[in-house]
């Protein structure tokens, strides 16, 4: 049986990660699910150079060189080159369990659902993204009070927009396979039908890194009613 899901096309985009993305490739190719392709949006052909030639004909990986060094105009012209239906976006220095493009497609009942479905990401020292964050507003209590003062001292939410419009990545996680439900943002590591792409709305392009392009990306989608 092959283990390629023709509908799943990933995209990256890249900067100066000739030494990341090789590590990023071999962790798809241990996949237990394959996508029909990944898509590689650069901004210089010699960031492939260290990733092995086997995965291009394995993986269907196909590359796309940008002018403009920007995450979110780069990975916008990737998607601009897909053919599946959903889209699974990764950054290109994750290294991803061998379970979690079968664990992203299986959230998806029919092709159409208004979802989008984001990963925890995890350091390497293990600890979850966001915990310098969570430890600050679980153990001082001047932040916590800060942090409170700007949601108007109402309950703080679990990856939410405070009405301040910071953004909280709180996150409680009693066991691994908890799920948050109510989130109001998202990470960079998600995966969603490619039709929304004209729904979402996006941060102005410029020549520098897009900061919080994921959060206004994904909290647009989440005012238009997407269960994020």
Known sequence: MSKVNKKISVVCASHKGKFKLPILIESIFN?????????LCLTDYNDISQIKNFYFEKLNIRIFISKIKNQSYQRRLAISKTTGIFIIQFDDDLYIDKYAI???INHFQN???KKIISAVVYLPNKQI????????YNKNYLFKFIINMLNSF???KTMSILDSGKIAPLMNFEKDTDIINDAQWLNSCI???KNIIDKAEYIGINLEKSYFEDVFFSHSLYKKDYKL
């Open 102 to 104: 079968g664990n992203f």
């Open 154 to 156: 109402k309950k703080i």
């Open 191 to 193: 995966i969603y039908n």
């Open 129 to 136: 993204q966001s915990l310098r964050w969570n430890n600050l």
């Open 111 to 113: 092709d159409n659902e």
């Open 31 to 39: 996949s237990y699910i394959w996508p029909k392709e990944i898509i």
